[in-house]
């Protein structure tokens, strides 16, 4: 009889779901019915310049930003991009099915982080949108580093949990903890008036716009 195969750690597993987003991108872009969503429509709606069909970026930021949305949270015709995404049809591996099925059941929200483990390399964050929800420990290498450095920030991410494993996809909006009230009561005035099917789009603009106003840059805390 063989031995049990040992089942690898969740900085592993981290490291190799990560290593497939990597290729993922380009497969998801290729999408059989993606041809429904325009990229162009996606930026307007963060307000990122379009000059005549030409985007126009203020740096990586944006770009991360955008791809983000447009998987995410744009929606055509009641679906999101990610909906459409036939793992068949893109020739999805394993690990890029489990990062699609996570990537549909995401979680985005303001977050602040509260405990760090750089042995384990995750992060323990708090709800700050949803208080009643579980705290998030993310496994993520660059960010632990971070937070480390930054001290009391408050970030926007999604969180995409694969099995016990959470990992963002890889964009975050970071703010200086000194911002938090301010950032609380515009979001509940901007939300006021927002259908629940279209407040994660509505949540991920603002967080966006606001980054774009007040927000730290975490172009040197990108997922890795």
């Given at each position: 009889?063989?031995?049990?195969?040992?089942?690898?750690?969740?900085?592993?597993?981290?490291?190799?779901?990560?290593?497939s987003?990597?290729n993922?991108?380009?497969?998801?872009?290729?999408?059989?019915?993606?041809?429904?969503?325009?990229?162009?429509?996606?930026?307007?709606?963060?307000?990122?310049?379009?000059?005549?069909?030409?985007?126009?970026?203020?740096?990586?930021?944006?770009?991360?930003?955008?791809?983000?949305?447009?998987?995410?949270?744009?929606?055509?015709?009641?679906?999101?991009?990610?909906?459409?995404?036939?793992?068949?049809?893109?020739?999805?591996?394993?690990?890029?099915?489990?990062?699609?099925?996570?990537?549909?059941?995401n979680?985005?929200?303001?977050?602040?982080?509260?405990?760090?483990?750089?042995?384990?390399?995750?992060v323990?964050?708090?709800?700050?949108?949803?208080?009643?929800?579980?705290?998030?420990?993310?496994?993520?290498i660059?960010?632990?580093?971070?937070?480390?450095?930054?001290?009391?920030?408050?970030?926007?991410?999604?969180?995409?949990?694969?099995?016990?494993?959470?990992?963002?996809?890889?964009?975050?909006?970071?703010?200086?903890?000194?911002?938090?009230?301010?950032?609380?009561?515009?979001?509940?005035?901007?939300?006021v008036s927002?259908?629940?099917?279209?407040?994660?789009?509505?949540?991920?603009?603002?967080?966006?716009?606001?980054?774009k106003?007040?927000?730290?840059?975490?172009?040197?805390?990108?997922?890795?």
């Amino acid at each position: 009889m063989e031995p049990p195969q040992k089942q690898p750690s969740n900085l592993d597993r981290y490291k190799q779901l990560r290593s497939s987003t990597k290729n993922m991108s380009s497969k998801l872009h290729r999408a059989k019915d993606g041809n429904h969503f325009d990229m162009i429509k996606a930026a307007k709606k963060l307000t990122i310049p379009v000059d005549d069909r030409t985007l126009v970026f203020d740096g990586e930021s944006d770009m991360c930003a955008l791809e983000d949305f447009y998987f995410h949270d744009f929606w055509v015709g009641g679906r999101r991009y990610v909906d459409f995404c036939d793992p068949l049809q893109l020739g999805l591996d394993q690990n890029e099915n489990e990062l699609l099925i996570a990537m549909r059941g995401n979680r985005s929200s303001l977050f602040a982080p509260s405990a760090y483990d750089d042995g384990e390399k995750t992060v323990t964050l708090k709800d700050i949108l949803q208080p009643d929800l579980p705290d998030v420990i993310l496994t993520d290498i660059s960010m632990t580093k971070s937070v480390a450095a930054m001290g009391e920030i408050l970030l926007f991410f999604r969180v995409l949990k694969c099995g016990q494993l959470q990992m963002s996809s890889g964009c975050f909006f970071g703010f200086e903890a000194k911002h938090r009230e301010m950032l609380l009561e515009l979001y509940k005035r901007r939300m006021v008036s927002v259908l629940a099917k279209d407040r994660a789009e509505r949540t991920f603009i603002f967080f966006y716009q606001q980054s774009k106003k007040i927000g730290m840059n975490m172009e040197t805390a990108s997922a890795n």
